[in-house]
């Protein structure tokens, strides 16, 4: 009978254990696996939107970049063609006043005082026009201040700007 009772009943420390293991294979387990797989898909998943939008937006920046500048060879092109523009700007180069602050110059206020009262307003983004002669020194511009300074100085895309064709002058390494 000893034996008996020692096979039918089993000892309750075994049992719990037994339990304890069952679940926690069927059901903690599981769980934690699904939590972990849905933990690296979601980072993955947002990793890549936000990739996305960057990239979109870095698009998005560079085609706007690229509008501004056309806009600005447009307006230096109307400007270049302005037939008052280009023959005081030539009297300025031709004159005396090369030499002279701008300031003392007739004929650079002359041009400053054009550029403020027909160009400016026709475009109120314009913040500045200045206009060089082919030493790079600024000889009539919208803002006084401006008049003799030279925007040559060390300037490489000076050089590489005078190189250009007419309409184009600015110059601006590829972005």
Not at 31 to 57: D, R
Request: charged share 25%.
């Amino acid at each position: 009978m000893e034996q008996l009772e020692k096979i039918i009943i089993p000892k309750p420390a075994q049992t719990e254990k037994r339990f304890l293991i069952f679940f926690l294979w069927t059901s903690l387990v599981p769980i934690i696996l699904l939590f972990l797989a849905g933990y690296f898909v979601t980072a993955n998943l947002l990793e890549k939107e936000a990739l996305s939008k960057q990239t979109v937006l870095a698009h998005q920046k560079h085609s706007e970049l690229k509008l501004f500048i056309q806009k600005l060879e447009v307006t230096t092109a109307a400007l270049g063609t302005d037939g008052r523009i280009r023959d005081l700007a030539e009297n300025i180069n031709k004159s005396k006043c090369r030499n002279l602050p701008g300031a003392l110059c007739p004929k650079a206020l002359e041009l400053s005082s054009y550029l403020i009262t027909s160009k400016i307003p026709l475009d109120p983004t314009v913040g500045i026009i200045d206009i060089l002669n082919t030493d790079g020194v600024i000889v009539s511009s919208n803002k006084i201040g401006r008049i003799g300074l030279n925007e040559e100085a060390g300037d490489e895309s000076f050089e590489k700007a005078k190189l250009l064709a007419f309409g184009h002058s600015l110059y601006h390494p590829e972005f």
